[in-house]
Each structure stands twice: as C-alpha cells, then as structure tokens.
C-alpha cells in the first residue's frame, strides 16, 4: 500500500533552516508528482511546493527564493529545503501524491517557527 511518511521538522528560529523529508513506498515513486502542503494553526491546508517526475519544480509565491523542493528516485525520497524561516511559516507540513483520482498524505511533520 501507499505510504508516505514525513520527517526533519522542529523548533527553529526566524532565519534559520530545515530540511523535510518525505519516505515513500508502495508505488512506481519516479513516475508521479510529489508535492509539500502545509497546514497552519486554524488555517485551512495550503500547497507549498511540486516536484514533477522529470523534475521540474513549483512553488508557492511566499516561498519562492527561500525553499526548494528536490528528489531523490534512487532512495524514494523527496525533500524540501527550507531557508530563512519565518515565523509564518509556522505549520505542519505534509508530503502528498495523486495516483489515479486517489490523493495520499503523511501524518505530517511540525515545524515551528518562533524565537
């Protein structure tokens, strides 16, 4: 079955740095979109980033020229680097993938911005 399962998330400071990542099992991982969303405290869940299987990237306007989004079909895995945290970036962060009409989620990884 599919699985995605998330990793790398904290405690940080403004301007600080993180890395998720995202395991992935139990399907053909280097044929099909990978994508970051993000889940705020009372806010509804946001797309964030979007890696294609060729590997073409995008990403969300607010995070543009800080985070970057990269894979890894060797090792099933997809990654996103995060610079220059602020604290609005405060969240739970999930990886996702869409098989057929199906879309699959991780339990998420939560990264706090705060000083």
């Known amino acids: 079955q599919v699985q995605l399962v998330e990793s790398g998330g904290g405690l940080v400071q403004p301007g600080g740095s993180l890395r998720l990542s995202c395991a992935a099992s139990?399907?053909?991982?280097?044929?099909?979109?990978m994508n970051w969303f993000r889940q705020a405290p009372g806010k509804e869940r946001e797309w964030v980033a979007t890696?294609?299987?060729?590997?073409?990237?995008n990403y969300r306007n607010s995070v543009k020229g800080r985070f970057t989004i990269s894979r890894d079909n060797a090792k099933n895995t997809v990654a996103l680097q995060m610079n220059s945290l602020k604290p609005e970036d405060t969240a739970v962060y999930y990886c996702?993938?869409?098989?057929?009409?199906?879309?699959?989620w991780g339990k998420g990884t939560l990264v706090t911005v705060s000083s």
């Open positions: 996702n993938t869409r098989i057929l009409v199906r879309n699959y």
């Open positions: 139990g399907f053909t991982f280097s044929s099909y979109v």
């Open positions: 890696i294609t299987s060729g590997g073409s990237t």
